[in-house]
């Protein structure tokens, strides 16, 4: 069945069917607006992010299921940024009247999979017709005690600079996929990103970090925005940055310069954080036994802009900055 046979209520009725009542929630999808019950003593942190069928993503690379799953994560991933706790969701797609009805029923699945892994529930959003391509847009609302909320602006001259899991690989599964191979390590990071949700709040909940944000555009680029809003500089060791070693062989094989990914590659999703030095080893303990791993890769300094170290000791030139969506050779 296509989505002009099903018509916008059929569609909101299907959606509707297949999700609970969440926390908090008063009044979900099915009124004019949803009614919440705001937590007492806790900011409400509110996020969106556009996904545009062409620009963002390619469905002859991807499948509905994992679409669905990483237009949440992309936008839970802002959430764990901050250190924000997921709580609910908003869920706005203009959609082509030829989709097929189990495309939508897939995208579901997914979305609703990982809301459901981290705590969040769909309240409403808004259905339409698009004429050619697929828009989706989510918005995202959590919450954090206001004093625990890590911005981009807090880092100082000695803080050590730490990033979760591997950088990388979602550009080097991108550049695959490009290339024609549809499965494997890296491609994986770049369809399906695990938000890492529990980390951020972690890190805010201890105060451990001085500013994070999420690397969604590169690593240079990411650290680039923490040291404008800081009014600081970074120093970081190219030999220090955690590479998957599945995705690093794919580099090579790949030709060209291999640092380009973890330095400019985006779309990882791994959080960017800065520490006292004093508390690096409260850093080492909360990630230790888990599954996620954080890595320090730099220091803070005074001045502006980041210094890369070769492994050898010299200076590595940056000349990518990471993904810029209206710069004239992006793709
Ligand atoms: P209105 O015309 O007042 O904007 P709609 O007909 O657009 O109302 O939506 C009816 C209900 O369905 C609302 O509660 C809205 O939040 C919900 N809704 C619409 N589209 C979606 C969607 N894609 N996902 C979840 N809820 C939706
Ligand atoms: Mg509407």
Redesign the pocket.
């Known amino acids: 069945m296509k989505l002009a046979a099903l018509g ?2 059929g569609l ?1 009725d299907r ?2 069917a297949r999700t609970g009542r969440g926390s908090g929630v008063r009044l979900g ?4 607006c ?1 009614v919440l019950d705001p937590g007492v003593g806790v900011g409400f942190l509110v996020t969106t992010d556009m996904l545009v069928e062409g620009v963002h993503f390619d469905l002859s690379f991807t499948d509905p299921n994992r679409l669905g799953r990483k237009a949440l994560a992309v936008n839970l991933s802002d959430l764990a940024a901050m250190g924000g706790k997921p709580r609910h969701l ?4 203009a959609m082509p009247r030829e989709l097929p009805v189990e495309f939508v029923d897939a995208f579901c699945d997914g979305l609703l999979g990982v809301a459901n892994e981290f705590g969040a529930s ?1 309240v ?4 339409c017709a698009s004429l050619e391509r697929l828009v989706i847009s989510i918005t995202a609302m959590g919450e954090q005690r206001p004093e625990l909320v890590v911005r981009r602006s807090g880092a100082c001259p000695g803080d050590l600079v730490f990033v979760t899991g591997t950088l990388g690989d979602a550009a080097v599964g991108l550049a695959l996929l490009r290339a024609g191979e549809r499965e494997g390590w890296s491609v994986t990071r770049h369809l399906d990103p695990t938000p890492r949700v529990r980390e951020g709040m972690r890190l805010a909940e201890a105060g451990l970090a001085t500013a994070m944000l999420d690397v969604s555009d590169g690593l240079l680029a990411d650290l680039g925005h923490i040291l404008r809003q800081s009014r600081c500089g970074a120093r970081i060791d190219l030999a220090r940055l955690p590479v998957a070693p599945p995705s690093w062989q794919e580099a090579g094989r790949l030709g060209g310069d291999p640092w380009r990914f973890p330095l400019a590659g985006g779309e990882d999703y791994e959080l960017l954080f800065t520490v006292s030095p004093h508390r690096a080893g409260e850093v080492m303990r909360l990630f230790s036994g888990g599954e996620t791993t954080a890595t320090m890769i730099g220091e803070i300094v005074e001045g502006s802009g980041i210094s890369v170290i070769a492994p050898d000791g010299g200076a590595y030139p940056v000349a990518e900055a990471g993904y810029n969506h209206f710069a004239p050779t992006s793709s």
Do not use: N, P, Q, R
């Open positions: 916008e209520f909101i959606i509707a999808i099915g009124d004019d949803a908003l869920l706005s797609l769909l409403g959003g808004d259905t």
